[in-house]
T-cell receptor, first 114, second 114 residues
Framework: DAKTTQPTSMDCAEGRAANLPCNHS???????VYWYRQIHSQGPQYIIH???NNETNEMASLIITEDRKSSTLILPHATLRDTAVYYC???????????????FGKGMKLTVNP | GAGVSQTPSNKVTEKGKYVELRCDPI?????LYWYRQSLGQGPEFLIY????????DSGLPNDRFFAVRPEGSVSTLKIQRTERGDSAVYLC????????????FGQGTRLTVV
């Protein structure tokens, strides 16, 4: 399984952009990069995913390097409610009909400060 | 409801007892996943269903753990002869088929073995 590495924690000021890095140097060509977050005592929440092109939705932007070995999740205007553990995940796909499980690491704790 | 529902939300059981945890996925989602999460750790994959069949059960820790999804919708995670080390939050997620689609998580069942 491809693995990801993230910083253990990061702080961000409210209203500023939060840039969350992730390394996935062993990613395979057909594996997607997914980002989830988990607010205390809740289930993980989907944020965004991408293959090789940059992606944007109402929550965030995902920037994937050309070699696909790293990516950055951008929260353009962080709020206090964005304080959570953020998981960068490579989506494992097996053979036809096989597993498409998400393999979580320990994630990165983002704290948004007032 | 529109989301993934897990029952019970909390379960306390004595060591050695049998427990069942239930997951109601989002209607129409063919893929269903079980994870467990210990304090301070990311979710750990247990098993993945595609329809009624277990496509990947490589995360089940031992033969005390078993999961079923007989009609391709509701799933039950069964744990026999519970041990204190089984204490964790058990998370269920569902998605449409394919690695390109996001998985939606329930709030989890907190299992405590005393």
């Amino acid at each position: 399984d491809a693995k990801t590495t993230q910083p253990t924690s990061m702080d961000c000021a409210e209203g500023r952009a939060a840039n969350l890095p992730c390394n996935h140097s062993t990613i395979s060509g057909n594996e997607y990069v997914y980002w989830y977050r988990q607010i205390h005592s809740q289930g993980p929440q989907y944020i965004i995913h991408g293959l090789k092109n940059n992606e944007t939705n109402e929550m965030a932007s995902l920037i994937i390097t050309e070699d696909r070995k790293s990516s950055t999740l951008i929260l353009p205007h962080a709020t206090l409610r964005d304080t959570a553990v953020y998981y960068c995940i490579v989506r494992v796909t097996g053979l036809e009909g096989g597993s498409e499980k998400l393999v979580f690491g320990k994630g990165m704790k983002l704290t948004v400060n007032p | 409801g529109a989301g993934v529902s897990q029952t019970p939300s909390n379960k306390v059981t004595e060591k050695g007892k049998y427990v069942e945890l239930r997951c109601d996925p989002i209607s129409g989602h063919t893929a269903l996943y079980w994870y467990r999460q210990s304090l301070g750790q990311g979710p750990e994959f247990l098993i993945y269903f595609q329809g009624t069949g277990a496509a990947d059960d490589s995360g089940l820790p031992n033969d005390r753990f078993f999961a079923v999804r007989p009609e391709g919708s509701v799933s039950t995670l069964k744990i026999q002869r519970t041990e204190r080390g089984d204490s964790a939050v058990y998370l269920c997620a569902s998605s449409s088929a394919g690695a390109r689609t996001e998985a939606f998580f329930g709030q989890g069942t907190r299992l405590t073995v005393v």
